[in-house]
């Protein structure tokens, strides 16, 4: 079974950082793509951050130059530096795991962990 275990969230006044973690563990294929989405009370789940096991790296608009995700291949983990937290910030993150190359929609994301919550205040 492939699994994902997020960590790193919590509470953090606005202007503060977070750094989120997750790894995974069975899923063989070299060629995946990780990803960072969050999800806020009454909204749909949202793309934070992308990245391909090329190394190509994606963010959305609101977190891009305050984001910074990293994959190391050999350590089966994703990372998530964020600075510069707004309140707008706050939701539970959630990492995902996908064959092939990054897909938009988080309805294509094959493998999920359970998420961890980040609250800004």
């Known amino acids: 079974d492939v699994q994902l275990v997020e960590s790193g969230g919590g509470s953090v006044q606005a202007g503060g950082s977070l750094r989120l973690s997750c790894t995974h563990s069975?899923?063989?294929?070299?060629?995946?793509?990780m990803a960072w989405f969050r999800q806020s009370p009454g909204k749909e789940r949202e793309v934070v951050a992308k990245s391909n096991s090329d190394g190509h790296t994606s963010y959305a608009d609101d977190v891009r130059g305050r984001a910074t995700i990293s994959q190391d291949n050999a350590r089966n983990s994703l990372t998530l530096q964020m600075n510069s937290l707004k309140p707008e910030d706050t939701a539970m993150y959630y990492c995902a795991l996908t064959g092939g190359y990054c897909p938009s929609r988080w309805t294509e994301y094959s493998f999920w962990g359970q998420g961890t919550q980040v609250t800004v205040s």
């Open positions: 069975g899923y063989t294929s070299s060629r995946h793509c």
